[in-house]
């Protein structure tokens, strides 16, 4: 009797799925954690495993997929019970466990299937202490550009509940817990960084990146240096990732080794070590990831049990989400096991590759010399950084794309470049860091170290600084566009055009937060920045907008002593300045008027000008279709003269308008639009189709 032969589709997928039993199971928890269309994908894995006769993977499937939907639907029900007292009470009464720090704040861990909630406000407390806190709800910030800071979205990417402000609280003391556990590691890690980092290096970005990229600490980084690194592509440098705990592990084998320990030993070594170090540095999901993986490999190996790493990465991912869905939603746990997947895809690939280098397969090894055995580690080792750095680039370019709405063309080139550089980095900061007490070794070490860092800093910011290495996935912000954005404290900022004039970029934190963000998401290219103030403020605003812009031309009102004119391709600026003969002109009367004319249409930005200089500009020119109106405290202009001579059909209202007495003298033909915190940025194309 001839037996029947086996489908086989059905035979690669029997022996795929033997060969990682829980990527079903795994496959199946995505499907119930999002929802949606995805529940197929848990119907499809159990249905699978029960086709392909595999019964104790289906078994163990849906008991994965019950416990994710179990876990979730509970913390589900009890987000939802907070915020319906949170809409029928004034302020609500928690008691949880301090979780983490914030810059203001803190992140409060009410118990297990409880929420997690963000608390705003000045608290002395520490990871880990027990406390009871009433406090409201806090309106969040809506991103007005896809790309800016979403506090829904960073809420969602954290597991937490709500956003709220603190009123008061109470100590209840400090029970053993996993938060307890994170707060002593929270202080060994600041006693490490007080090794590390000097009381006059704070403002170094040598020791910033020392400290972060090697004890994942990023409170004391600047927001240049950051930038520095998000430009370049490789801001997974900056913090601990599965990277940084691989190098680690390396480090630990390669002394095992040197120091003839038996493989138990060495195993044993690098998983208490190497635990302790994802510990210390807080347990980043991307360092868990690695910690995870690497132990089930080194435990694997010890028991003389084969090692599938389709199935250890199924295995740590199941673990990480079952203990935190929440983290489906996060970037950092994504990007992790995608890059990971596609760095195990392109090793294998790479393995079956003919050599670039090395001499041709058919040669057998017993007949290398010694220079082509040399070559052929050199091809082995070049292969490998181009293959696991091209394999990481295009599988983290859509990811960043979705949620960060940027892509870094060049970034694959920056990871082959800092390969040699950051093992080196790594090794001397924690040396530095382990050593900082010890006076002759732990200086040279550090001065090493900062050199090291040094050189990192120069290799990123070089990849960062070249023509379209970090761009925007939205679309440009069109030629005849306006873009009017709310900065707080009555003042805001203007684009006329793209490229174009931006006028006024606010404070240095204003223009680092909203906007040079909201410019660069929009797409815009300013040509030119107009500075209506001569505070300092707005000058270090100016500069941060020159970082990103080099090219911009930046022109102060109050140093200019004639009309000035621009030209781009959005149009014909003329920039009307105060007469320079006012005795004893205050610098709020400084503020210039702009008349910006593209195609047929044109925009009046009077802004907060005084009236003296309005009647700088010929009558022939006051006419505008748009115009764009502040106030001046000491010069105010009649707004409806100025109507009335603009014979505009829009008009927007800047902060510092008096939008009163607006809709009373007004003819009804205007449309009015406000520039305020309830709506903090206006678009509107001036030559609509």
């Not at 954290?158 to 109470?170: F, H, I, K, P, V």
């Not at 707005?538 to 002593?561: H, I, N, R």
Request: proline residues 6%; contains cysteine; neutral net charge.
């Amino acid at each position: 009797m001839i037996a029947e032969r086996e489908d086989p589709v059905r035979k690669i997928f029997r022996h795929l799925f033997l060969r990682a039993p829980l990527l079903l199971p795994l496959l199946a928890v995505l499907g119930c954690l999002w929802g949606g269309e995805l529940w197929g994908l848990s119907i499809a894995a159990v249905c699978s495993a029960l086709l392909l006769n595999l019964k104790r993977i289906a078994c163990c499937t849906v008991l994965c997929a019950a416990l994710a939907f179990t876990h979730q639907n509970l913390q589900q029900r009890n987000v939802a019970r907070l915020l319906e007292q949170l809409t029928n009470h004034d302020s609500v009464e928690l008691v949880g466990t301090v979780e983490r720090r914030l810059s203001n704040g803190c992140i409060l861990d009410t118990g297990l299937n409880g929420v997690r909630v963000a608390l705003r406000g000045e608290m002395p407390w520490h990871t880990g202490d027990f406390v009871k806190v009433v406090a409201i709800e806090q309106a969040g910030q809506e991103a007005p550009v896809e790309g800016m800071f979403s506090t829904k979205a960073w809420l969602r990417s954290q597991g937490l509940a709500a956003n709220m402000r603190l009123l008061r609280s109470e100590y209840l003391g400090r029970p053993f817990s996993y938060s307890a556990l994170l707060g002593f590691a929270e202080s060994v890690r600041g006693h490490l960084l007080a090794q590390l980092m000097p009381e006059d290096g704070v403002a170094d970005r040598r020791y910033q990146v020392l400290c972060s990229l090697v004890l994942g600490d990023k409170s004391q980084a600047e927001a240049d240096t950051l930038a520095i690194f998000k430009r370049g592509g490789c801001l997974h440098a900056f913090a601990v990732s599965g990277l940084h705990v691989g190098i680690v592990s390396s480090l630990l084998y390669l002394i095992a080794r040197l120091g003839r320990l038996s493989p138990r030993m060495r195993t044993v070594l690098v998983l208490v070590v190497s635990g302790l170090y994802v510990l210390v540095t807080g347990l980043a999901v991307p360092a868990l990831r690695a910690y995870l993986m690497i132990a089930l490999v080194l435990l694997g190996l010890e028991l003389r049990r084969p090692v599938s790493y389709l199935n250890i990465w199924s295995l740590a991912a199941l673990i990480v989400l079952l203990l935190s869905p929440w983290q489906l939603h996060n970037a950092g746990f994504v990007l992790s096991f995608a890059v990971y997947a596609a760095i195990g895809v392109g090793i294998k690939i790479c393995m079956t590759e003919r050599p670039w280098l090395a001499p041709d397969d058919y040669i057998p090894l017993r007949l290398y010399t010694p220079w082509h055995d040399r070559l052929r580690r050199l091809d082995v080792m070049i292969r490998g950084l181009v293959y696991v750095s091209l394999s990481a680039w295009l599988i983290s370019q859509p990811i960043t794309a979705a949620y960060f709405h940027s892509v870094t063309p060049f970034s694959f080139l920056t990871n082959i470049a800092i390969s040699p550089v950051l093992p080196i980095v790594m090794c001397l900061g924690l040396l530095a860091a382990l050593t900082g007490a010890v006076p002759l070794l732990g200086g040279s070490l550090k001065w090493i170290a900062l050199q090291s860092s040094s050189a990192l800093i120069a290799v990123v910011e070089f990849f960062g600084a070249l023509p379209g290495a970090y761009l925007p996935t939205t679309e440009p912000l069109p030629p005849s566009e306006v873009m009017v954005g709310y900065l707080g404290y009555g003042s805001a900022f203007t684009v006329l055009g793209n490229p174009g004039l931006v006028i006024d970029s606010g404070s240095e934190l204003s223009a680092r937060f909203r906007t040079e963000p909201a410019l660069f998401y929009s797409g815009c290219q300013p040509a030119a920045l107009l500075l209506t103030s001569r505070s300092k403020e707005s000058c270090e605003g100016a500069q941060v907008l020159k970082g990103t812009w080099p090219s911009m031309s930046v022109l102060d009102a109050a140093l200019c002593k004639k009309q000035l004119e621009l030209s781009t391709s959005a149009g014909e600026y003329d920039i009307y300045l105060p007469p320079a003969d006012i005795p004893r002109k205050l610098a709020a009367d400084d503020a210039p008027v702009v008349k910006w004319r593209s195609g047929e249409r044109s925009v009046l930005y009077v802004g907060n000008a005084a009236s003296f200089t309005y009647e700088l500009i010929p009558p022939e020119e006051r006419r505008a279709d748009i115009l764009i109106l502040g106030c001046n405290a000491r010069h105010p202009l009649e707004l409806m003269e100025l109507a009335q001579e603009c014979s505009c059909r829009t008009l927007v209202l800047l902060p510092s308008a008096n939008v009163a007495s607006v809709d009373a003298e007004l003819p009804e033909n205007v449309e009015i639009l406000q520039v305020s915190e309830e709506t903090p940025l206006l678009r509107f194309n001036i030559n609509p189709l």
